[in-house]
C-alpha cells in the first residue's frame, strides 16, 4: 500500500475493526452503533496529512506512523514490579492500571475511597454506571478528527473515575496507561472518563508509559466532566520510547466556578501529540494549563493546547516551557477562543523554549480568536539558548562548562518541576529529569556559547 | 603570587579593538591593590581577562598565578587554582538556588584536585554560617540566584560566594558600584575580615570611597590600558581631590 491512497493508510486498520465488531455482538447498541459511525468518520478522514489547508497538522509529519503496522491485541503479563520501575508510584494513592487498553484489576491498587468510583470503563459501560452513556465520546467524539474517530471506533474499556457530590479526595488518584513488554508492535486505544460531581475535588496524574523497546502506538482519549464548583488538578506524563507513537486527546468540560489545572511532563515516543482543550462553558470557570516537554534525537513533540471561553467571567492560563537538542521538534499550537457572549473574560498564554543545538525545529503559535469586546488578553513565545555571559558567571566559580550548562537547564526546568505538588511524582519527574539533561547536553553544540 | 608582562588584549574577533595595551602588575601574597581609573581605561576588562572570559582575546604578554602560566586555562581551571572574580553585574539565573550552585561550585573544585566532596550536611552547616556572617537575607538565598535581587543584594550574593569559595586571590570588579554606604561597609568588612598573609585581592574602583573602608597596599592608576601611576593609599585620595585630568592629559586623550 501506498500513501498516494486516500484517506491516508485506512486499510491498515480495517481488518482489526472488522474482527473488533465480530468480536463484540454482545455491547449494548448504543455502543456499537457508536462505533460504526466513529469508523464511518474515519474511513472517510483517514490519517491527518500536512496536506495544504490542514492548519491542525501543518507542523507534524504523521508519515513514519502511517507508514508503520500495528496489531491490535491485548498483549503479554506485566507485574505490579514492572509498573513501580517505569511509573511514578505511592502506595497511599489510588492507581488504576490500563494494560494496552484494558483496565486490569490485579495491578491496579484500590483502598475502596468512600465517594469515589474508580475501575474498568468496560463495567462502568456495561452496568450503565452513572451517565456513562451520555457522557462517553461526547466531549471527544468520531466528528471532531481522525484520532478521536478511531478511538471511538475501538471503544472498549480503560479507566472509570466518578466522584460524588461534595467528595474531597486527600490522596491522589493515578491512572497508569501501560503497554506491555513485547517486540510485536501494537496499538492500543484506552480512555478514560471523569466525572466529577459538584463540589468535589480531585488530584488526578495520568500516566502513559510503555515497558516495550519496539514500536508502539497509542491514541488515548480522556474526557473529564467537572461538575459545579468542583476542582480537578491534573497531571498528565506522557514518556513512552522513542520509537513509539503517542496521539493523545484530553477533553474537559468545565461548569460554573470549577477550577481545573494541568501541568504536562512530556519526554516520550518518536511522535508526541497532547491535544488538550478545555470548555470554559459556564460562569467563573477557569483553568490553567501548564506543561515542559523536552526532546532530542528525532524526538517529535506537539503541544496543541485550545481554550473556549463560552461564557463570560471566565479565566484561562496557558504556559509551557521546552527544553530542545539533538534535532529535535517541538510545536506549541496554543490557542484561545472567546465567543462572543464571553465577556469578563481573561486570557494569557506563554510558551518559552531552550533550544540546545542547531539542528532543532520550535514552531510556537500562540493565537487568540476574540469574538467578544471586553476581554484581557496577552500572549508571547520565546526562543532563547544558553546565554554566554551566565555560562561564564558559572564557569568563574569553578563549575565545568558541560556542568554549568546542565544548572542552567535544570534552572529553565524548575520552574515547571515545581508544579509537580504530590511527593511522589515530583520526585519522579525530578529524577527523570536528571537522567534526560546529560542526554540533551549530549546532542547540544557551541549554540550561544561561541 | 600573580605577575602580569606586557598584557595586551583586544575584543574577540574585532579588529583594531585592544584595549589593554602592555599592562605590568606584581601581587604578592597577602596584599591588596586597588586599580583605579576613569570609564573606559580597561578596568573591567583586565579584571574579566585575568578571570578567563572568552569575550576577550589575549594578543601579546604573560600571566603566572604562583609562577604557573594561567592564560591557556578556562575559568573553571582559573577558579580551581584559587581565583575569584566577584562581578559588576552578577548574572541573574531562574530556577537555580544560591545553595545548590555553590554546592557544585565546591564539588567541582574539590573534584579537580582530586579531594572528596564536602558532605551536604557539613556544606550546608558552612552555608549557614557564610549567610550570617555576611548579613545577607536567609529568605533571599532560598530564592533563584540573583533573580529580583536589589543591586546591594546582588553584591552581597558575591561576597557570600567569597566566603564559602575561600579564594587566594579574590579581584572585586567594581563591587561597590551601585551600593549604598551601609552596604559598601559590608563589601568592606567581608574583604577585611578574609584578608590574610595568604590571600590577595585586586579591588577595581572608580572612586575612592570603598578604598575608606578597604585600605590597599598598593594603588594603580589606569588609563587608556596602561598603568600609568603606581603608588601608596595616598595615591587614591590625589585621585578623590584631582580627579583624572592629568593622567588622560598625559597619555594625550581627552578628558
Same mark, same amino acid.
Given at each position: 500500500m501506498t500513501l498516494a491512497t486516500s484517506p491516508a493508510a485506512v486499510d491498515k486498520f480495517s481488518a482489526a475493526y472488522e474482527s473488533f465488531v465480530a468480536e463484540s455482538v454482545s455491547a449494548p447498541k448504543w455502543l456499537k452503533d457508536m462505533r460504526q459511525q466513529a469508523w464511518d468518520t474515519f474511513a472517510e478522514l483517514g490519517l491527518p496529512t500536512k496536506r495544504r489547508g490542514n492548519e491542525l497538522w501543518k507542523y507534524t509529519n504523521l508519515r513514519p506512523l502511517a507508514a508503520a503496522d500495528f496489531e491490535f491485541s491485548v498483549g503479554g503479563s506485566v507485574t505490579r514490579n514492572q509498573i513501580k520501575a517505569s511509573a511514578p508510584w505511592d502506595d497511599v494513592w489510588n492507581t488504576l492500571v490500563v494494560v494496552d487498553g484494558k483496565f486490569n484489576s490485579e495491578l491496579s491498587n484500590l483502598h475502596g475511597t468512600v465517594g469515589l468510583n474508580a475501575? !474498568?470503563?468496560?463495567?462502568?459501560?456495561?452496568?450503565? #454506571?452513572?451517565? +456513562?452513556?451520555?457522557q462517553l465520546a461526547s466531549l471527544a467524539g468520531h466528528e471532531e478528527y481522525a484520532f478521536t474517530a478511531l478511538s471511538t471506533a475501538f471503544v472498549d474499556d480503560g479507566a472509570y473515575i466518578a466522584l460524588d457530590a461534595g467528595t474531597k479526595l486527600e490522596a491522589p488518584v493515578q491512572v497508569v496507561f501501560v503497554t506491555s513488554d513485547a517486540a510485536v508492535s501494537r496499538v492500543s486505544y484506552p480512555r478514560l472518563l471523569v466525572d466529577s460531581g459538584d463540589g468535589s475535588s480531585i488530584v488526578l496524574i495520568e500516566t502513559h508509559v510503555n515497558l516495550s523497546e519496539s514500536a508502539q502506538f497509542s491514541a488515548p482519549v480522556v474526557e473529564m466532566f467537572a461538575g459545579d464548583s468542583?476542582?480537578?488538578?491534573?497531571?498528565?506524563?506522557?514518556?513512552?520510547?522513542? !520509537?513509539s507513537f503517542h496521539l493523545g486527546t484530553t477533553r474537559i468540560h468545565q461548569l460554573g466556578d470549577t477550577n481545573f489545572t494541568s501541568t504536562t511532563f512530556a519526554v516520550g515516543a518518536s511522535i508526541a501529540r497532547n491535544d488538550i482543550h478545555t470548555l470554559l462553558?459556564?460562569?467563573?470557570? !477557569?483553568? #490553567?494549563?501548564?506543561?515542559?516537554?523536552?526532546?532530542s534525537g528525532s524526538q517529535q513533540q506537539d503541544q496543541e493546547i485550545s481554550t473556549t471561553h463560552a461564557k463570560p467571567g471566565c479565566q484561562s492560563d496557558q504556559f509551557y516551557k521546552g527544553i530542545l537538542s539533538g534535532k529535535s521538534h517541538a510545536v506549541f499550537s496554543g490557542k484561545v477562543i472567546v465567543m462572543r457572549d464571553a465577556q469578563k473574560s481573561e486570557a494569557s498564554q506563554k510558551d518559552l523554549n531552550l533550544l540546545l543545538s542547531r539542528?532543532?525545529?520550535?514552531?510556537?503559535?500562540?493565537?487568540?480568536?476574540?469574538?467578544?469586546?471586553d476581554v484581557i488578553a496577552a500572549h508571547? *513565545?520565546?526562543?532563547?539558548? +544558553?546565554?554566554?555571559? #551566565?555560562?561564564?558567571? =558559572?564557569? !568563574?566559580?569553578? +563549575?565545568?562548562?558541560?556542568?554549568?550548562? *546542565?544548572?542552567?537547564?535544570?534552572?529553565?526546568?524548575?520552574?515547571?518541576?515545581?508544579?509537580?505538588?504530590?511527593? *511522589?511524582?515530583n520526585d519522579f519527574v525530578e529524577r527523570i529529569t536528571d537522567e534526560r539533561i546529560p542526554v540533551l547536553l549530549a546532542e547540544s553544540d557551541s549554540l550561544g556559547t561561541t | 603570587m600573580l605577575e602580569i608582562k606586557n598584557l595586551h588584549a583586544s575584543v574577540l574577533d574585532i579588529e583594531n579593538s585592544e584595549i589593554l595595551k602592555g599592562i605590568n602588575l606584581s601581587l604578592g601574597k597577602g596584599e591588596v591593590h586597588a586599580i583605579m581609573g576613569p570609564n573606559g581605561s580597561g578596568k573591567s576588562t583586565l579584571a574579566n581577562v585575568l578571570m578567563g572570559r572568552p569575550d576577550y582575546e589575549v594578543t601579546d604578554g604573560e600571566v603566572t598565578l604562583e609562577g604557573e602560566s594561567i592564560l591557556e586555562l578556562r575559568a573553571d581551571q582559573r577558579a580551581h587554582l584559587g581565583m575569584f572574580l566577584a562581578f559588576q553585574y552578577p548574572a541573574e539565573i531562574p530556577g537555580v538556588r544560591p545553595w545548590q550552585f555553590l554546592k557544585a561550585a565546591l564539588d567541582s573544585k574539590a573534584e579537580s584536585r582530586g579531594e572528596d566532596k564536602m558532605s551536604v550536611r557539613n556544606f550546608s552547616k558552612l552555608f549557614d554560617e557564610k549567610v550570617e556572617a555576611v548579613g545577607i537575607n536567609p529568605t533571599l538565598v532560598k530564592r533563584s540566584l540573583n533573580e529580583g535581587f536589589s543591586g546591594g543584594e546582588k553584591?552581597?550574593?558575591?561576597?557570600?560566594?567569597?566566603?564559602?569559595?575561600?579564594?587566594? =586571590?579574590?579581584? =572585586?570588579d567594581e563591587t561597590d558600584s551601585g551600593l549604598d554606604v551601609d552596604a559598601l561597609r559590608i563589601v568592606a568588612e567581608g574583604v577585611n575580615s578574609m584578608r590574610s598573609p595568604e590571600r590577595s585581592f585586586i579591588v577595581v574602583t572608580h572612586y575612592q570611597r570603598l578604598l575608606n573602608y578597604i585600605t590597599p597596599d598598593v594603588v594603580h592608576i589606569l588609563v587608556k590600558g596602561q598603568i600609568v601611576k603606581t603608588g601608596g593609599p595616598?595615591? *587614591?585620595l590625589e585621585v578623590e581631590k584631582n580627579g583624572y585630568k592629568e593622567y588622560l592629559d598625559a597619555v594625550g586623550a581627552n578628558a
Open positions: 475501575g !474498568s470503563l468496560s463495567e462502568a459501560i456495561s452496568s450503565g #454506571t452513572g451517565d +456513562v452513556e451520555s468542583s476542582t480537578i488538578r491534573h497531571y498528565r506524563v506522557q514518556m513512552e520510547n522513542e !520509537s462553558d459556564a460562569p467563573g470557570a !477557569s483553568c #490553567t494549563l501548564r506543561g515542559l516537554y523536552m526532546t539542528g532543532v525545529e520550535i514552531d510556537a503559535k500562540p493565537s487568540l480568536e476574540i469574538y467578544a469586546d508571547g *513565545a520565546t526562543a532563547g539558548h +544558553v546565554d554566554r555571559d #551566565t555560562l561564564f558567571y =558559572l564557569q !568563574s566559580r569553578g +563549575v565545568d562548562e558541560e556542568a554549568a550548562k *546542565a544548572i542552567l537547564v535544570r534552572g529553565f526546568a524548575e520552574e515547571m518541576l515545581n508544579e509537580f505538588k504530590p511527593q *511522589a511524582l | 553584591k552581597r550574593n558575591e561576597m557570600l560566594q567569597l566566603e564559602v569559595l575561600q579564594p587566594t =586571590l579574590a579581584i =572585586l595616598e595615591l *587614591a
